[in-house]
């Protein structure tokens, strides 16, 4: 069965820095493409970042490109979110998903149709 699970949230300041981890167990994560997502109450589920399984091709939304960093390790089994320079607008919850169908890397990774795996979220708080 696989599973994802993230850590890393909490409450920062404006300005201030957060490292979301997800791992993955159950499946190979050499062959996964990740994605981070987020969503607040009432939205609908938006994409934040994205990278291949060779971690080759990163992709980000704009509201995040440049303060926002997503990398893998493949040998630890685990993905990762930094965020940097956070703003009151970053405030959410969370979450990232996984793909293994490692030959659909691409432009659809932005898709939150496009990952079966979903993590169970972990809210992050950003403060004025």
Do not use: H
């Given at each position: 069965?696989?599973?994802?699970?993230?850590?890393?949230?909490?409450?920062v300041?404006?300005?201030?820095?957060?490292?979301?981890?997800?791992?993955?167990?159950?499946?190979?994560?050499?062959v996964?493409?990740?994605?981070w997502?987020?969503?607040?109450?009432?939205?609908?589920r938006?994409?934040?970042?994205?990278?291949?399984?060779?971690?080759?091709?990163?992709y980000?939304?704009?509201?995040?490109?440049?303060?926002?960093?997503?990398?893998r390790?493949?040998?630890?089994d685990t993905?990762?979110?930094?965020?940097?320079?956070l703003?009151?607008?970053?405030?959410?919850?969370y979450?990232?998903?996984?793909?293994?169908?490692?030959?659909?890397?691409?432009?659809?990774?932005?898709?939150?149709s496009?990952?079966?795996y979903?993590?169970?979220?972990?809210?992050?708080?950003?403060?004025?």
């Amino acid at each position: 069965q696989v599973q994802l699970t993230e850590s890393g949230g909490g409450l920062v300041q404006a300005g201030g820095s957060l490292r979301l981890s997800c791992a993955i167990s159950g499946r190979a994560f050499s062959v996964s493409n990740m994605g981070w997502f987020r969503q607040t109450p009432g939205t609908e589920r938006e994409f934040v970042a994205a990278i291949n399984w060779r971690g080759s091709t990163t992709y980000y939304s704009d509201s995040v490109k440049g303060r926002f960093t997503i990398s893998r390790d493949n040998t630890k089994d685990t993905a990762y979110l930094q965020m940097s320079g956070l703003k009151p607008e970053d405030t959410a919850v969370y979450y990232c998903a996984a793909d293994f169908r490692a030959w659909r890397e691409g432009e659809n990774l932005k898709q939150s149709s496009e990952y079966p795996y979903w993590g169970q979220g972990t809210q992050v708080t950003v403060s004025s």
